[in-house]
């Protein structure tokens, strides 16, 4: 669960500023900033238009960015993780195994 | 007295030629009953074609039966009914997609029928096809020529492969059923925690040029529970609980859900799931229409 926030046009945000509304949400779980920062929530009792006139219920949670290029963003920095979990589990072994000689 | 006239010889000949050539006889006529009699034995099929395709940005106001109108801003240069794309295209060119068989049928003869089945309308706009908002007057009201891949107990198969694909996620009670008329899911929570169960197409379908997914549906039972409509990319062994991108209700609901699918270009499942987050979690949803626009 985490807390993002979104602008009068219901886009989201992962820093706030003085007047966007905050939401609780843990559809975003693990989702990189460029990733959630590509989306439109609309939460439960608002209404949203687009700008042919076509109105849209909360709650709804949509791409306003090119889809394909979020869900791309969002393997890049999933890769990135798990590059740099890998790097981390290097040290604690190079660590490990460093304190297993010096006993 | 009656008025009086002269005409050629040479011009009557001809007025008598055309009526042999049409009627096939090589009688002389004589003028004027013999004229008024072989034009009265013409026969035809007796029919004609009602059919009238109307482009623009305003709907009609005061159609007439089997009025079809194509929401566009640009001008329409031609149109087809047709399961292959025309050849050769223009710009502006609209192409209703045929199927042997949809909800939507339109008789297009006055007296006689003959059928024709669209499923969508595209336009040929700057060098693509783009499907288009288009609505059919018939029988005193218009009807929506949408993309839909269920419609009160049919399924577009050969586009969706039909709802058939399921995801199931949590210890409680899931129930998936095709009824006549629609498609059924129920989810309950247990003693052991909430359950969350989807059901997808079992083909990606190409979402390229439509702007929102729509379902009729009716939640009966909603108890700390959501319903919700969605797209999505993959069918790996990670179950979607509620997609990023969907629209969902929490409440006990009947109409129209719409999720903005604008923003989405290219092959997608479409899902149906209901979410439950915990041991009191019921809900039980009724879907008789999933269609694009």
């Known amino acids: 669960m985490r807390t993002i926030y979104i602008d009068s046009d219901f886009k989201c945000h992962v820093d706030a500023d003085e007047v966007m509304m905050s939401v609780d949400t843990d559809l975003f779980d693990d989702k990189c900033k460029a990733y959630i920062e590509g989306h439109r929530f609309v939460p439960y009792g608002y209404q949203w238009m687009r700008e042919d006139g076509a109105i849209f ?8 960015k090119k889809y394909s290029e979020l869900n791309e963003a969002q393997r890049v920095y999933e890769h990135e993780q798990y590059l740099s979990s890998l790097e981390k589990d290097t040290q604690y072994m190079d660590a490990y195994n460093e304190g297993v000689q010096e006993a | 007295m009656a008025n009086e006239y002269m005409v050629y010889a040479e011009d009557v000949t001809l007025v008598a030629d055309a009526i042999r050539e049409k009627s096939g006889n090589t009688q002389q006529l004589i003028w ?15 029919d004609s074609i009602v059919l ?5 940005t305003t709907q009609p106001s005061n159609p007439s039966k089997n009025t079809v109108w194509v929401n566009t801003s640009t001008a329409i240069t031609g149109w087809c009914f047709s399961k292959d794309e025309p050849s050769p295209i ?4 609209v192409w209703f997609y045929t199927v042997p068989n949809s909800p939507l049928a339109i008789d297009i003869l006055e007296e006689n029928s003959i059928y024709l089945y669209p499923l969508y309308a595209k336009q040929y706009v700057n060098g693509a096809w783009t499907v288009m908002e288009t609505k059919i007057y ?4 218009w009807s929506d020529l949408s993309v839909r891949l269920y419609y009160y107990g049919y399924e577009k198969t050969e586009l969706t492969g039909g709802f058939s694909r399921t995801w199931r996620n949590g210890i409680g009670s899931k129930t998936f059923t095709k009824n006549a008329d629609n498609l059924y899911l129920k989810s309950s929570g247990s003693e052991m925690g909430g359950s969350n169960f989807t059901v997808g197409t079992a083909y990606k379908i190409d979402l390229t040029g439509y702007s929102t997914l729509n379902a009729r549906i009716k939640c009966t039972t909603m108890t700390s529970s959501n319903f919700y409509i969605s797209v999505h990319e993959s069918t790996n062994d990670v179950e979607p609980y509620t997609p990023s991108c969907h629209t969902s209700k929490s409440t006990v609901y009947e109409g129209i859900l719409s999720l903005d699918i604008s923003s989405v270009s290219g092959e997608y499942y479409v899902l149906l799931g209901v979410s439950g987050s915990n041991i009191n979690n ?3 949803c009724y879907v008789y229409e999933v269609y694009l626009q």
Request: hydrophobic share 35%; glycine share 24%; with cysteine.
């Open chain 2, 52 to 56: 009238n395709v109307v482009g623009g």
């Open chain 2, 138 to 141: 018939q029988d005193g009201a």
């Open chain 2, 282 to 284: 019921r809900c039980e």
């Open chain 1, 57 to 64: 219920y909360g709650e709804m949670v949509a791409p306003w």
């Open chain 2, 90 to 93: 223009t710009n502006g060119m």
């Open chain 2, 32 to 46: 004027p009953d013999g004229f008024v009699s072989a034009i009265g034995d013409f026969t035809g099929s007796g």
